[in-house]
């Protein structure tokens, strides 16, 4: 879920039974995609950077358009269980890390995001 229009995006899952109203959207699966994945992605240096040079507003409007023209790749099963063991030590940083991986990021993409 997250909420609709925002100058910065943090995206979270929130167990069965919960209920949301009008002013937070929310992101769903068809079951073949990792939830968690989804929202490293989502929550990732790279996403943000993405966001701040596809929109030219401070506060973009977060619609489902904007989010899916992001990719977001398979990575390795070995990726994805590092990232799961990383997302409950809540060490956002090595994800991040990971998901550079995932998308083949060179050393100097990946200077150039640390510091944006």
């Known amino acids: 879920m997250y909420t609709a ?7 979270t899952a929130l167990e069965p039974g919960y209920f949301i109203n009008n002013s937070i ?24 950077y993405y966001l701040n040079i596809t929109t030219s507003v401070e506060y973009q409007y ?8 992001f990719p977001i790749p ?8 590092q990232i799961e063991s990383l997302i409950h030590n809540k060490d956002y940083h090595t994800i991040d890390k990971l998901i550079y991986e995932i ?5 100097e993409e990946i200077c150039a995001l640390e510091f944006v």
Do not use: A
């Open 5 to 11: 229009i925002n100058n910065e995006y943090r995206f």
């Open 25 to 48: 959207f929310m992101i769903t699966t068809d079951g073949n995609e990792d939830l968690n994945i989804i929202l490293s992605v989502m929550n990732s240096k790279l996403f943000i």
């Open 62 to 69: 977060g619609s489902k358009e904007l989010f899916q023209t």
């Open 74 to 81: 398979k990575p390795t099963k070995e990726i994805e269980q």
């Open 103 to 107: 998308y083949g990021l060179t050393d």
